[in-house]
């Protein structure tokens, strides 16, 4: 699996978008990135994923750069309850299993 | 649906004790994954399972660690004997071949404490 590089922490006002982006330079053209969040003393939770057009649910949107080594996730109006640690995975969608989650990134929103 | 369910929600026990950990997969998911997070190595998956079949354990890390999943609606994360650095926090998760074996549903996880 390709590694991925996120900021450690990150902050947002209530109410803004927040961005996070994610580095993966090395993937690979049938490696998907993945996106989850963690709230802290729950498990993981699954957001969004995407190949390489942009993608976008009731959660969140996706944005991949069109050379593939860079992904954004946008949560177009943050809350309070998006505080979370958020993962960026990269992983072919055949793949059921064979990496971490990383570090990720620590978001807080802030009132 | 319930979701992922896990039993107990916290362990703690005494080292050399057997521990075994619960889960309960989503129905009709076909793929359960066993996850350990801990601050020091992050969040590492430890086995999963494909229709009831141990696909890849290579995540387990030594004997004393074991996993069984004995029908579509249960599997156990078994130790014997336990040690305090297995104290962590196991996940148990579960997806649907259809939806991509990446889209995981996580329970809420097993607090162990090995004293």
């Known amino acids: 699996d390709a590694k991925t590089t996120q900021p450690p922490s990150m902050d947002c006002a209530e109410g803004r978008a927040a961005n996070l982006p994610c580095n993966h330079s090395t993937i690979s053209g049938n490696e998907y990135v993945y996106w989850y969040r963690q709230i802290h003393s729950q498990g993981p939770q699954y957001i969004i994923h995407?190949?390489?057009n942009n993608e976008t649910n009731e959660m969140a949107s996706l944005i991949i750069t069109e050379d593939r080594k860079s992904s954004t996730l946008i949560l177009p109006h943050a809350t309070l309850r998006d505080t979370a640690v958020y993962y960026c995975?990269?992983?072919?969608?055949?793949?059921?299993?064979?990496?971490?989650f990383g570090d990720g990134t620590t978001l807080t929103v802030k009132p | 649906d319930a979701g992922v369910i896990q039993s107990p929600r916290h362990e703690v026990t005494e080292m050399g004790q057997e521990v075994t950990l619960r889960c309960k997969p989503i129905?009709?998911?076909?793929?359960l994954f066993w996850y350990r997070q801990t601050m020091m190595r992050g969040l590492e998956l430890l086995i999963y399972?494909?229709?009831?079949?141990?696909?890849?354990d290579s995540g387990m890390p030594e004997d004393r660690f074991s996993a069984k999943m004995p029908n579509a609606s249960f599997s156990t994360l078994k130790i014997q004997p336990s040690e305090p650095r297995d104290s962590a926090v196991y996940f148990c998760?579960?997806?649907?071949?259809?939806?991509?074996?990446?889209?995981?549903?996580f329970g809420p996880g097993t607090r162990l404490t090995v004293l």
């Open positions: 995975i990269v992983r072919v969608a055949t793949n059921a299993g064979k990496s971490t």
């Open positions: 399972f494909n229709n009831n079949v141990p696909i890849d």
């Open positions: 995407g190949l390489k």
């Open positions: 129905s009709g998911h076909d793929y």
């Open positions: 998760a579960s997806s649907f071949r259809t939806r991509g074996y990446n889209e995981q549903f």
